[in-house]
């Protein structure tokens, strides 16, 4: 078995954590953000504590958002995700939470992912609500993942439009279009500059019509 390979910031939240080994919450809350991946749920319970109660006050940060940058070394995006995703739980899912505090870890504790499809899902989707119910249950007490879910009602809960057909299509074909035309005009091109010239004027014509 391969010995664990220690990051640099990982190592500095090491020698955090002993540093304020004196308060219990926390070194708790950089012990579970070490153990970010594995423990996203009670990492999210952590930090949602944290913010709500204003303990980055006592620990001598000037916001929220400075201790999980310079402590927990945690962008702001992630901090976000990680605190809609648990605050989603506690309003519709409470016993996902619940399972994670009786470490019932027969029961699956969901992904991040799978719970921003569910949310997702349930707040701007377009879903009945046995569809929504069949997804909660699914996701939270089965332990599908966001592939599974996306595959089996994605169509379901967010219909692509024709409109949305086509501006895909659009995006595409410039895409193709801008890219041939930067392959054509590189130098030593095999294409013979009179049919270059030819096709540059053509995507020019292209691009400007599915543009306009």
């Not at 499809?117 to 699914?138: C, N, P, Y």
């Not at 599908?144 to 994605?154: D, I, Q, T």
Request: net charge negative; with cysteine; hydrophobic share 40%.
């Amino acid at each position: 078995m391969g010995s664990k390979i220690i990051t640099k910031t990982d190592r500095q939240m090491e020698d955090r954590m002993i540093a304020v080994q004196s308060d219990p919450v926390r070194a708790d809350t950089l012990a579970k953000a070490r153990a970010f991946k594995r423990t996203w749920l009670e990492l999210a319970e952590a930090l949602s504590r944290c913010s709500e109660k204003k303990l980055w006050e006592g620990w001598g940060f000037s916001d929220f958002d400075a201790y999980c940058r310079k402590e927990l070394h945690l962008r702001g995006s992630t901090v976000s995700k990680l605190l809609g995703s648990y605050r989603f739980l506690e309003s519709s899912a409470p016993r996902v939470i619940e399972r994670a505090r009786e470490d019932h870890f027969e029961m699956p504790i969901p992904s991040i992912a799978t719970v921003e499809f569910v949310q997702k899902a349930t707040e701007h989707g377009s879903a009945d609500e046995e569809t929504l119910q069949t997804i909660h249950r699914i996701a939270f007490e089965e332990g599908a993942e966001a592939p599974v879910l996306k595959s089996k009602f994605g169509e379901i809960v967010f219909p692509v439009t024709d409109r949305d057909r086509r501006e895909k299509a659009r995006a595409q074909i410039a895409a193709a279009a801008r890219r041939l035309s930067a392959l054509i005009a590189e130098e030593g091109s095999p294409v013979p500059k009179k049919i270059a010239i030819a096709l540059e004027e053509t995507i020019g014509e292209l691009l400007e019509a599915i543009e306009n």
